[in-house]
């Protein structure tokens, strides 16, 4: 199946694969989504300007391509990207910041909040996994390879232990934050989703009854 682009141009959503997020709606004629299919990174036609244009052309704000998919009549695009850098004009990740709140009021919803760091750590992960930057420590780690950053999980995991022991709370966050990065890139050198990760853990938290598993002690919660 392919896009119908006989009644002209059609709405491209664009996804952030790892989080599922929508990142922005822009268009596509057919030379932008041939494009964006031959040169793996997003590209859209300007209605207002009338032309082609190459997302992060200019800002450095490139969109590396995961998947595409089309709706059942094949007037709207799925994109499903890996994003270097914010999607919005504004500087902001997505595009979709208000909320509605009725009466014709909008506020704008607060960005890098607690609830999501987590989504936000593992997306800049996966940025230095496909974009080298200078001086990045974790390039450094994907470089080096898994027995490198294997080390690093175990090496943190054991000054978690210290600080337990030390009864020094601030220390505690401080070296389960460092556990937490190295295990995130851990999880991207394999190949391994957050979410896969959280179906994992909600599918524990949900399971009724005791655990006759491998691991009754941890799903036993």
Same mark, same amino acid.
């Given at each position: 199946?392919k896009?119908?682009?006989?009644?002209?141009?059609l709405?491209a959503?664009?996804?952030?694969?790892?989080?599922?997020?929508?990142?922005?709606?822009?268009?596509?004629?057919?030379?932008?989504?041939?494009?964006?299919m031959?040169t793996?990174?997003?590209?859209?036609?300007?209605?207002?300007?009338?032309?082609?244009?190459?997302?992060?052309?200019?800002?450095?704000?490139?969109?590396?391509?995961?998947?595409?998919?089309?709706?059942?009549?094949?007037?709207?695009?799925?994109?499903?990207? @890996?994003?270097?850098?914010?999607?919005?004009?504004?500087?902001?990740?997505?595009?979709?910041f208000?909320?509605?709140?009725?009466?014709?009021?909008?506020?704008?919803?607060?960005?890098?909040?607690?609830?999501?760091?987590?989504?936000?750590?593992?997306?800049?992960?996966?940025?230095?996994?496909?974009?080298?930057?200078?001086?990045?420590?974790?390039?450094?780690?994907?470089?080096k390879?898994?027995?490198?950053i294997?080390k690093k999980?175990?090496?943190?995991?054991?000054?978690?232990?210290?600080?337990?022991?030390?009864?020094?709370?601030?220390e505690?966050?401080?070296?389960?934050?460092?556990?937490?990065y190295?295990?995130?890139v851990?999880?991207?050198?394999?190949?391994?989703?957050?979410?896969?990760?959280?179906?994992e853990?909600?599918?524990?938290?949900?399971k009724?009854? @005791?655990?006759?598993g491998?691991?009754?002690?941890?799903?036993?919660?």
């Amino acid at each position: 199946m392919k896009p119908d682009f006989s009644k002209g141009l059609l709405p491209a959503v664009i996804v952030d694969d790892l989080t599922g997020d929508v990142l922005m709606v822009a268009y596509m004629n057919e030379t932008a989504y041939q494009k964006t299919m031959e040169t793996g990174q997003t590209w859209f036609y300007s209605r207002s300007r009338q032309e082609l244009w190459h997302k992060g052309a200019t800002s450095g704000n490139y969109q590396s391509v995961q998947s595409v998919f089309l709706d059942c009549d094949g007037d709207t695009i799925l994109v499903r990207v @890996n994003p270097k850098g914010p999607a919005c004009h504004t500087g902001k990740r997505s595009c979709f910041f208000y909320k509605e709140t009725g009466e014709g009021k909008k506020e704008e919803q607060k960005e890098n909040g607690i609830e999501d760091i987590f989504d936000q750590v593992i997306t800049e992960i996966q940025n230095r996994k496909a974009f080298r930057v200078e001086n990045s420590y974790t390039n450094y780690l994907f470089d080096k390879g898994i027995d490198k950053i294997g080390k690093k999980v175990i090496e943190e995991a054991g000054e978690v232990v210290i600080a337990a022991k030390n009864n020094n709370k601030q220390e505690v966050v401080n070296e389960v934050s460092d556990l937490l990065y190295h295990s995130l890139v851990l999880l991207a050198e394999q190949g391994v989703s957050l979410d896969a990760v959280k179906e994992e853990l909600d599918r524990r938290t949900n399971k009724k009854g @005791n655990s006759k598993g491998d691991r009754p002690e941890i799903e036993n919660w």
